[in-house]
């Protein structure tokens, strides 16, 4: 938001430096993020680090001058030549302006034309080239005329873009004056959080500013002068639904003209970032920008000719279904059944709150105008501008609420600019419908609760002056405070929200950077765990110390991205998904099933541009729950792994691919370093996978997840044909219910262990983690260690059957083992696999 200060000073008498201004309306919440001079000089020294931009204007060679005369080039068309006034002498001004052709040859002019004047030497910017480019004034010749200074317009003097037309001040502009003086200014651009929408005006921040310098605020009149008959009988209002539109007012002027506004109003419009358009428009824009309440003009007499014989009546609805509207930028729009509009007997004439209708716009015939003042429902007008894809000021406003006493304060005074500046008479009194008073909360609050929350004192009078200037009405009874909320705002709240908003209001008035550091007081509150955050964030650590890197996916999706993973022939998936309403791009329509599916986005745009890739991600899937509103949220922990076993270098030449017993490996190593007891991997089939490359993990009874290599026909739809890709995609929630808070620790054995290797023939179908765990059960407690080593299958050792071969580790923690104790384990480890699986050793 642009705010000239200027405007500011209105309603408050500042005198501070511009920068000492913006630090002191930063520091209350309204960020100052750049400041722009017009004509003032920059600051000597701005300690604060503001971006200050704009054009100073020389006092003496910028002043305020009349034109008595225009009158025509002898040798050019279309320039003409200007005898003008700048307080010292007279001097002939050459100019192209179009907007001083209608003057020429006229002979003296009956009122001069008060202009802004350059005289030579002056720093000027270039109003023929793009942008702002800088020039100096020099003595030149152009058409045998001598040229040495010049008429402005808003581009040269940095005001605006505007360049089709020199400016032609107000009547009052005193000749001779350095035009500093006059009309130089200092525009702050300030970002309006959402929670501070009371201050998206010239009122609310003169309102901060009065509250923090303790200067006195003149708030503009709540009345305007009428002169005109009764408003009574020439309208009425109906609302149909006062939770959507809780307060209509209309105003009515009469007789007006169609003209320009002042200079002063268009020049203001043009800093704060609108454009003029006519008096009445003008008036309009000026009163949203100075108290915040957007407005909208009709012009009656359209209106009443829509009405034809029946009494006018102004109608607050929702639209029909399929029901139109020609929008003021000529956009035929198709309306949703829950946007709010305002309408008479014959059919809609605006979008409530967001943009009026082409057909009661004010134009050049428009003579007696309808001003309308109303509140909306701030979460209706954010569907209707989402829907419509349709933002304005007025939009911006409502969105965020707007306290329905502004609306006939923002009427009254909009009447009586349109009859300041386009004449008319204003009808005595307003049609004002309210039925849904908002009821303004009172707030009590005391000294020790201010110091509990901002951890200073601060006496009672202190407090209620602060709030008093802020307009809380405000009654003190000993050392409590009752507030009352002023009825321009609608973030107060009630209760022990309430005191916390005007705790903070206080905050804010009183200093953020005069709150000292403080230790807390109060009694800690007791310390509790988040096993689930915590176990989240172990996962992590352990998966980044085994090389992986952690990835960020979307969470939004399109069910055909998720169909890919699957091979052809396979049952899609016909669960539900959670659809955006408003999707920001079609590619991101529904909440993701599967993050194994957004995990193979990044594969796939990373595949080809590394050797290697070890990627996890650790997020949650959205599974919508029939009768319920909300989805079920579970997490999911996916980790792809694809590209060269080891990173290529001179010593390490290998260039060996990872399979499938490197992503099992890393698994196991996981599951280990996390506690989870009896974990085994069984064979498995699933659309995503290779078939017999699957594997299933469980811990007992509970499914843990499923890995394995994509299957080949997923991997070339995708182009991940290069090296195989391996994958698991695990529940989250199962692995972190099954993770041991507590578990034994052995000491490191004092003892030396004996090895030995043993090599067992087994069926071919027989799954190696059978054989381990027979091993170990026969082994009992000496037997601390089995690992498989190798695997051989050959006509040597018969068909159907394959050898195993383990390392066995013997080891006692009491005592030195001997070896008839080692051989009387491995004599029950070989009974044991006879009789479970008929193996026998390859040795025999």
Not at 509 to 516: A, F, M
Not at 772 to 792: M, P, W, Y
């Given at each position: 938001m642009k705010v000239p200060l200027s405007w500011i000073k209105d309603f408050i008498d500042v005198d501070l430096p511009v920068e000492e201004l913006a630090r002191l309306l930063t520091m209350a919440g309204l960020e100052v993020e750049s400041i722009e001079l017009i004509g003032l000089p920059f600051p000597a020294n701005d300690k604060h680090g503001f971006k200050i931009t704009g054009l100073t204007w020389s006092p003496d060679h910028i002043v305020v001058a009349q034109v008595d005369e225009v009158m025509p080039h002898p040798n050019a068309d279309r320039l003409v030549l200007c005898r003008l006034q700048d307080g010292i002498k007279e001097h002939i001004v050459l100019t192209g302006a179009p907007n001083l052709f209608p003057f020429k040859g006229q002979g003296p002019l009956p009122a001069p034309l008060k202009v802004a004047y350059a005289r030579e030497g002056a720093s000027l910017y270039d109003g023929h080239q793009p942008g702002q480019v800088l020039t100096t004034l020099k003595r030149a010749k152009i058409r045998g005329v001598e040229s040495y200074s010049m008429v402005c317009s808003e581009k040269e003097l940095g005001v605006s873009e505007e360049h089709?037309?020199?400016?032609?001040?107000?009547?009052?502009?005193?000749?001779?004056?350095?035009l500093v003086d006059y009309m130089g200014d200092a525009v702050f651009e300030i970002k309006i959080l959402p929670n501070i929408i009371q201050d998206a005006c010239v009122l609310g921040v003169a309102r901060e500013l009065s509250a923090m310098t303790g200067k006195p605020l003149h708030p503009p009149a709540n009345q305007v002068e009428t002169?005109?008959?009764?408003i009574a009988g020439k309208a009425a209002i109906q609302i149909t639904q006062p939770e959507l539109n809780p307060r209509f007012a209309l105003g009515l002027i009469e007789g007006v003209s169609f003209k320009a506004s002042p200079y002063w109003v268009q020049r203001r419009l043009r800093l704060a970032g609108m454009r003029p358009i006519n008096a009445v428009v003008d008036a309009t824009n000026y009163v949203m920008l100075?108290?915040?309440?957007?407005?909208?003009?009709?012009?009656?007499?359209?209106?009443?000719?829509?009405?034809?014989?029946?009494?006018?009546?102004?109608?607050?609805?929702?639209?029909?279904?399929?029901?139109?509207?020609?929008?003021?930028?000529?956009?035929?729009?198709v309306l949703d059944p829950f946007t709010m509009l305002v309408c008479d007997t014959r059919g809609s004439l605006s979008i409530a709150g967001v943009m009026g209708g082409q057909e009661s716009e004010?134009?050049?015939?428009?003579?007696?105008?309808?001003?309308?003042?109303?509140?909306?429902?701030?979460?209706?007008?954010?569907?209707?501008?989402?829907?419509?894809?349709?933002?304005?000021?007025?939009?911006?406003?409502?969105?965020?609420g707007i306290h329905p006493a502004l609306a006939p304060w923002g009427v009254n005074l909009c009447l009586g600019y349109m009859r300041q500046w386009s004449g008319g008479q204003v009808s005595q009194g307003l049609i004002d419908a309210y039925p849904l008073p908002v009821v303004d909360p009172e707030i009590t609050l005391t000294e020790e609760e201010v110091e509990r929350g901002l951890g200073i004192h601060l006496p009672v009078e202190r407090i209620a002056g602060i709030l008093n200037q802020l307009s809380f009405n405000v009654h003190v009874e000993g050392h409590t405070i009752h507030a009352k909320t002023p009825s321009y705002r609608l973030d107060i709240e009630g209760g022990v929200v309430g005191k916390a908003n005007l705790i903070?209001?206080?905050?804010?008035?009183?200093?953020?950077?005069?709150?000292?550091?403080?230790?807390?007081a109060d009694e800690l509150p007791p310390q509790r765990n988040n096993p689930s955050l915590?176990?989240?964030?172990?996962?992590?650590?352990?998966?980044?110390?085994?090389?992986?890197?952690?990835?960020?996916?979307y969470r939004l999706t399109t069910p055909e991205r998720e169909a890919r993973l699957l091979q052809p022939g396979a049952q899609p998936d016909h669960r539900a998904y959670v659809r955006l309403k408003n999707p920001i791009t079609p590619e991101r329509a529904v909440m993701r099933h599967s993050l194994l599916s957004s995990v193979m986005e990044i594969v796939e745009r990373n595949y080809r541009l590394s050797d290697r890739l070890l990627l996890f991600e650790i997020g949650p899937v959205f599974l919508p729950v029939e009768g319920q509103a909300l989805p079920e949220e579970p997490r999911r922990l996916t980790i792809a792994i694809t590209g060269l076993r080891q990173e290529p270098g001179w010593e390490r030449p290998d260039a060996t691919p990872f399979d499938f017993f490197d992503l099992k490996g890393l698994l196991e190593t996981l599951l280990a370093s996390l506690h989870i007891p009896g974990v085994s991997f069984t064979p498995n089939t699933h659309p995503y996978f290779h078939p017999g490359k699957c594997a299933s993990i469980t811990t007992g009874e509970t499914h843990l997840g499923t890995m394995g290599e994509l299957h080949p026909l997923v991997s070339e739809r995708l182009d991940l044909n290069v090296a195989p890709v391996l994958v698991a995609e695990l529940d989250f929630e199962a692995i972190s219910d099954e993770i041991l808070t507590r578990f034994n620790v052995v000491p490191v054995p004092a003892y030396p262990p004996i090895l030995e290797d043993i090599a067992v023939i087994v069926d071919e179908n027989l799954p190696a983690n059978?054989?381990?765990?027979?091993?170990?059960?026969?082994?009992?407690?000496?037997?601390?260690?089995?690992?498989?080593?190798?695997?051989?299958?050959?006509?040597?050792?018969?068909?159907?059957?394959?050898?195993?071969?383990?390392n066995l580790t013997y080891q006692a923690f009491d005592r030195t083992l001997t070896d008839q104790e080692a051989t009387q384990i491995r004599q029950r480890i070989v009974r044991q696999l006879e009789q479970s699986f008929q193996a026998k050793l390859r040795s025999d």
């Open positions: 089709e037309g020199v400016i032609i001040l107000d009547n009052d502009a005193p000749t001779g004056q350095p002169s005109g008959p009764s100075e108290l915040n309440q957007p407005l909208h003009a009709f012009d009656y007499d359209v209106l009443l000719a829509r009405a034809g014989d029946q009494p006018l009546t102004i109608i607050t609805r929702t639209a029909h279904p399929g029901e139109h509207l020609t929008t003021l930028d000529g956009i035929d729009r004010i134009s050049d015939n428009t003579h007696n105008v309808l001003l309308e003042g109303a509140s909306w429902n701030f979460i209706n007008i954010r569907k209707t501008v989402a829907a419509q894809h349709l933002q304005s000021e007025a939009a911006f406003r409502f969105s965020r903070e209001e206080i905050a804010r008035i009183y200093g953020y950077e005069e709150i000292p550091s403080t230790r807390l915590e176990n989240e964030e172990r996962v992590r650590d352990i998966l980044i110390s085994l090389g992986l890197q952690e990835v960020t996916t059978d054989v381990e765990t027979a091993i170990r059960k026969a082994g009992g407690k000496i037997l601390t260690q089995v690992r498989l080593f190798d695997i051989f299958k050959g006509p040597q050792i018969g068909e159907g059957k394959k050898s195993l071969a383990y």
